[in-house]
Structures are given as C-alpha cells and as structure tokens.
T-cell receptor, first 111, second 112 residues
C-alpha cells in the first residue's frame, strides 16, 4: 500500500517556466489537498478538492492551478514560476474518517 | 478564521524527561485535531487524531488531549528518547470545512 505518492521529488525551474506536480493516492480518499511549507510559516493550504471534478481555493492560491480529473490524482500546476514559489510542496488526502495522510514532499527551487 | 499557534517554537530536553507540547486554536468549533511528526527533509507522519467528541487519545508513549472550550490541545511524550527528536505539528479541521489549518510547529531535540 503506497499511500500518497508525489512526483517529482525535486525540481529546479527557471523563472517563467511551467510545471505540473502530480499527487496520487491509492486509499480511495475523497478529499485531497496541496500545501506549501516555508521556513517559519508552517504549512499553508494552496488548493483542495472534496471529490472528483471539484476544486477549491485555500489560503494561498495565487499563481497555482489544480485539477482533479480522476479520484486518485490531484495535479498542481505552476503556469509561470516565480522565485517566491520556491518551497516544499506537500500533498495530502483524507476521507470521512478524517485522518489526513501526507506524501513525502516535492522540493521546488525557482531561479 | 481559524488560527493555530504552537508554543514553544523549539524545545531541548535531556533524555528520559516527560514533556508537554502545546497547541492553541482560536475557533472552538472544530471537527478534529491531528498531531504529526516531521523529520528533517521528510514528509508528515500522523501520530494521533482526536475527534471533536473525544477528550484524549493514546498511542504508546504519546498522549494527546483536547479541551475545545479553552481552544487547547496538548501532546504529552513520556520518557523521551533521542529518536523523538523532530518537529511536531498540530492541525485543526474546523466544523463545516474540509481544510486542515496548521500551527508552525515545535522543534524538539532530546539530548542523549
């Protein structure tokens, strides 16, 4: 049982480039989340989804887009990367039994 | 708007000591509260989940309590070990929402 898997684990982007982070969960969870973690600021919610085909904004959604075309996958897109988006990105999933499970993170550097 | 605070930000204790980590939240209408452990450069590992109807949960040397009326949760670690060194995070899910709001964490160092 893999749980929550994030791809890629590391990435370096140049300013203005685009990329997509993939989150996959195999627990048949309804709810999925994207967070970013920055030193001294804890984890902040970017976007989340409460079911296939649905998405909603979190605390810091600007500069990001998401899609949930399949229940098991939640994609986070950066259309035009900026240095301020340098961070560690975490994906999580949960269900009606509300324990949240996290992936191992994606370390993104924008130069 | 729910806000979650963890104090202290860092803690250093000798091995064997019992210790308490604190988590405060501003809105008492919560659905559940979850404690996580994060090792450097790693993801979050779930430690304990307390639902709003519960007062405490225990797992091994860990005990988490919840007092909704005062907006507080504590994580008690008994007989601390160097392997307990990590950052401990609490996250609150408010009633009527799906979002988990995190505190900034307590960085614990247990000295051998």
């Amino acid at each position: 049982n893999a749980g929550v898997t994030q791809t890629p684990k590391f990435r370096v982007l140049k300013t203005g480039q685009s990329m997509t982070l993939l989150c996959a969960q195999d627990m048949n969870h309804e709810y999925m989340y994207w967070y970013r973690q920055d030193p001294g600021m804890g984890l902040r919610l970017i976007h989340y989804s409460v079911g296939e085909g649905t998405t909603a904004k979190g605390e810091v959604p600007d500069g990001y887009n998401v899609s949930r075309l399949k229940k098991q996958n939640f994609l986070l897109g950066l259309e035009s990367a900026a240095p301020s988006q340098t961070s560690v990105y975490f994906c999580a999933s949960s269900n009606r039994v509300p324990e949240a499970f996290f992936g191992q993170g994606t370390r993104l550097t924008v130069v | 708007k729910q806000e979650v605070t963890q104090i202290p930000a860092a803690l250093s204790v000798p091995e064997g000591e019992n210790l308490v980590l604190n988590c405060s939240f501003t809105d008492s209408a919560i659905y559940n509260l979850q404690w996580f452990r994060q090792d450097p450069g790693k993801g979050l590992t779930s430690l304990l989940l307390i639902q709003s109807s519960q007062r405490e949960q225990t797992s091994g040397r860990l005990n988490a309590s919840l007092d909704k009326s005062s907006g507080r949760s504590t994580l008690y670690i008994a007989a601390s070990q160097p392997g307990d060194s990590a950052t401990y995070l609490c996250a609150v899910r408010s009633s009527g929402t799906y979002k988990y709001i995190f505190g900034t964490g307590t960085r614990l160092k247990v000295l051998a």
